[in-house]
């Protein structure tokens, strides 16, 4: 659709009911893993990395949330990504899924759990043509001859194959449209083959945009086969591409020790006689962080977003200098990859103290533990750090963009 500038905020509600009976395999469809990561996770990753998603529901069976919710913690997502208890059958649980969506949203996109390679660009067409029409799916023309028959194996009349369609997923609906068709249906015992299904039983035409041959659904052994080809075949075309997705950042500070004030390092009050010097709390370690995120994405450094001439900014703690940083890069399109940090400092001891520390940052800055690492050096008693006369931390960021034009 020419000159829409609204961003749709769209509510991505993921069905993930499967069993996998027909995969003959004891772990269910949504967990296998494809190319060195679980199903579950690269739609999940996929679908998140479109800027008009705000927030995820995955419904599942009840007894699958805790390994969902494990799956999902060794990817940090932008956005509000949550399990919820399905129901009996699809339409259920995808309505228990509805339940939980934003308030704010445009629209609504129902997406199988077991349709990892959903490309961006299919996507964006069924969200545009259900903000136009109010519901869009995508389809395949069929390429076979479909044919239906009887219930005693005789051939009926054959449809014309050009009305005649593979419907895919994700489907997307004005939210309003998908909310009202789903209780209308709960009300009256309807259950559809999917939502655009129930959707037009409850009176509303819904549009069919062309989908795509790799938007693959893994039933079968070899579906899995397939995607790991398709996957390697795109991080290929990716890693070509892509040169320009990545940005590293730096960031180096230093503050004098003195005596009168508290030690803070990444957030955490160390026991000693003295502390760090400075407008703030002094957190050279923060401080290097916030620099090596703003030396990234090209935005100068801390003392130009937080200007020690800045009353207000008097003895912040620097824990939300990062926060306002993090939120900052963000608004750039950034998002943060991973943070690696040293500190040189000759006393006190600082490795009892680096798990609080990593908690701290990667808390602040919206990222996994994992994805923080906080390491310490003395400086053998060389340099000001060795002879006490204060602390120094070093950082690198890695940022990436968030889409992938
Ligand atoms: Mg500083």
Not at 29 to 37: C, M, T
Not at 228 to 247: D, H, P
Not at 340 to 350: E, K, N
Request: glycine share 8%.
């Amino acid at each position: 659709m020419a000159g829409r500038e609204k961003k749709l905020m769209t509510v991505a509600v993921i069905a993930a009911g499967g069993t996998g009976t027909r995969m003959s395999s004891a772990v269910p469809k949504q967990f296998l893993v494809l190319a060195g990561k679980p199903i579950l996770l690269h739609t999940v990753s996929g679908i998140a990395a479109l800027e008009e998603i705000i927030q995820i529901v995955i419904a599942l069976p009840v007894e699958h949330i805790p390994e969902a919710q494990s799956i999902l913690q060794r990817q940090s997502f932008p956005i509000d990504v949550q399990c919820v208890p399905g129901g009996s059958s699809r339409q259920e649980s995808v309505s228990l899924g509805v339940a939980q969506a934003r308030p704010d949203a445009d629209i609504i996109m129902v997406h199988d759990a077991v349709r990892p390679i959903c490309d961006r660009d299919m996507i964006r067409r069924v969200l545009n043509a259900a903000w136009e029409h109010g519901a869009a799916v995508p389809g395949l023309p069929a390429t076979e001859t479909i044919q239906r028959a009887s219930s005693s194996g005789h051939v009926l009349p054959t449809p014309p194959r050009e009305e005649l369609y593979a419907i895919q997923t994700p489907q997307a609906f004005h939210a309003g449209v998908l909310r009202s068709a789903l209780k209308q249906a709960e009300e009256a015992g309807f259950l559809g083959t999917d939502e655009s299904s129930v959707v037009r039983w409850a009176g509303h035409p819904v549009m069919v945009v062309p989908g795509s041959q790799d938007n693959i659904k893994i039933t079968r052994p070899l579906d899995l086969e397939l995607a790991e080809l398709l996957i390697s075949k795109r991080s290929e075309e990716g890693n070509r591409a892509g040169m320009n997705e990545s940005r590293i950042g730096q960031g180096i500070d230093y503050h004098r020790l003195v005596e009168g004030r508290k030690l803070i390092l990444g957030g955490v009050e160390i026991p000693f006689e003295k502390g760090l010097e400075g407008h703030s709390d002094a957190d050279v370690l923060a401080h290097a962080v916030c620099d090596a995120l703003l030396g990234a994405a090209a935005m100068g450094d801390i003392g130009r977003h937080f200007p020690d001439t800045d009353p207000s900014n008097r003895g912040r703690s620097s824990l939300e200098f990062l926060r306002e940083v993090r939120s900052k890069v963000e608004s750039e399109g950034w998002t943060l990859r991973n943070v690696d940090a040293t500190l040189l400092v000759q006393r006190p001891r600082i490795a009892p103290h680096v798990l609080a520390m990593k908690q701290n940052i990667a808390q602040s800055l919206g990222i996994a533990i994992s994805d923080v690492n906080i390491k310490a050096t003395t400086t053998e008693g060389m340099n000001a750090e060795g002879r006490g006369e204060g602390i120094s931390a070093q950082a690198v960021a890695l940022l990436v963009k968030r889409e992938i034009k």
